[in-house]
T-cell receptor, first 111, second 119 residues
């Protein structure tokens, strides 16, 4: 199993809908998780970090962490065409500061 | 919040030449910086961890003699691609751990990236 896994997509949702992005992880990564957004040709930018079980909300974004099932998700409410990008899930490896990235999920929000 | 500056953003060079990419932490000190490479439609692949004042730690499969990393100060790390070849053409991105303004947590912040094209 890869350390961080994501479905590559593309995930298409209509404008205004909720986009749900999922990520699973292995035991080799620690309990710090991050969601980054990457537009084509640009470097990633941090959307949210989550460290504890449960939900964390920031504006239209909600990160959910379930340690028992080893998954972390990102919900985007009221999706906008400008949200169309690749969303990268990342986790730090146990005992180090190295960030391991999933392959990313490409999101398309249709106007 | 943490800002990482990377230069140049684009570089085109001839095969066999060397290219240097700079990464600077602008408003914080970074004892550790990370260098990633990303091929089209693929994820970020960690190349090496750059440690201030000591040798870089390279990931498996990354040639340390080809990708020279120097971290001479707490705000500057450089990546030199030596004797570049077309297969080295890629998007190179540096990053550093800095404090996120919103949460106060230390998070990974990326430079804007450098697109290298080797002819």
């Amino acid at each position: 199993q890869k350390e961080v896994e994501q479905n590559s997509g593309p995930l298409s949702v209509p404008e205004g809908a909720i986009a749900s992005l999922n990520c699973t992880y292995s035991d080799r990564v620690s309990q710090s998780f991050f969601w980054y957004r990457q537009y084509s040709g640009k470097s990633p930018e941090l959307i949210m970090s989550i460290y504890s079980n449960g939900d964390k909300e920031d504006g239209r974004f909600t990160a959910q962490l379930n340690k028992a099932s080893q998954y972390v998700s990102l919900l985007i409410r009221d999706s906008q065409p400008s949200d169309s990008a690749t969303y990268l899930c990342a986790a730090t490896t146990t005992g180090t500061y190295k960030y391991i990235f999933g392959t990313g999920t490409r999101l398309k929000v249709l106007a | 919040g943490a800002v990482v500056s990377q230069h140049p953003s684009r570089v085109i060079c001839k095969s066999g030449t060397s290219v240097k990419i700079e990464c600077r932490s602008l408003d914080f000190q970074a004892t550790t910086m990370f260098w990633y490479r990303q091929f089209p439609k693929q994820s970020l692949m960690l190349m090496a961890t750059s440690n201030e004042g000591s040798k870089a730690t390279y990931e498996q499969g990354v040639e340390k003699d080809k990708f020279l990393i120097n971290h001479a100060s707490l705000t500057l790390s450089t990546l030199t691609v030596t004797s570049a070849h077309p297969e080295d053409s890629s998007f190179y991105i540096c990053s550093a751990r800095g404090q996120d303004r919103a949460s106060g947590a230390n998070v990974l912040t990326f430079g804007a990236g450098s697109r290298l094209t080797v002819l």
